[in-house]
């Protein structure tokens, strides 16, 4: 059984920091593109930012020089380092990895459990 399990959310005065993780075990080949998404109260869930498995980033106009994506392929982690932080980027935010499964040679797509990220003004 595949699981994605995301730490790191928390409480944060603007213009502070946080650093999320995104961990990835059981049975898997390897993991393809890895992303971020996050959902605030009464909006749609939006993509945040998204790495390639060769390390090709892309981002959200929002966050833009504010977040960084990586990941750290022999552990199976991604982060999302998320700097100067406003009120607007309190939301829950979920992990997304496009991952080859080792039973059967499919990729499938999973999703974490979500970690909540409070921006206090």
């Known amino acids: 059984q595949v699981q994605l399990v995301e730490s790191g959310g928390g409480l944060v005065q603007a213009g502070g920091s946080l650093r999320l993780s995104c961990a990835v075990s059981?049975?898997?080949?390897?993991?393809?593109?890895m992303a971020w998404y996050r959902q605030a109260p009464g909006k749609q869930r939006e993509l945040v930012a998204r790495?390639?498995?060769?390390?090709?980033?892309n981002y959200a106009d929002s966050v833009k020089g504010r977040f960084t994506i990586s990941r750290e392929n022999t552990k199976d982690t991604g982060y999302l380092q998320m700097n100067s932080l406003k009120s607007e980027d309190t939301a829950v935010y979920y992990c997304?990895?496009?991952?080859?499964?080792?039973?059967?040679?499919?990729?499938?797509?999973?999703w974490g459990q979500g970690t909540q990220v409070t921006v206090s003004s």
């Open positions: 997304n990895a496009l991952i080859l499964l080792r039973y059967d040679d499919s990729w499938r797509n999973y």
């Open positions: 059981g049975s898997i080949v390897r993991i393809g593109t």
């Open positions: 790495v390639t498995s060769d390390g090709s980033t």
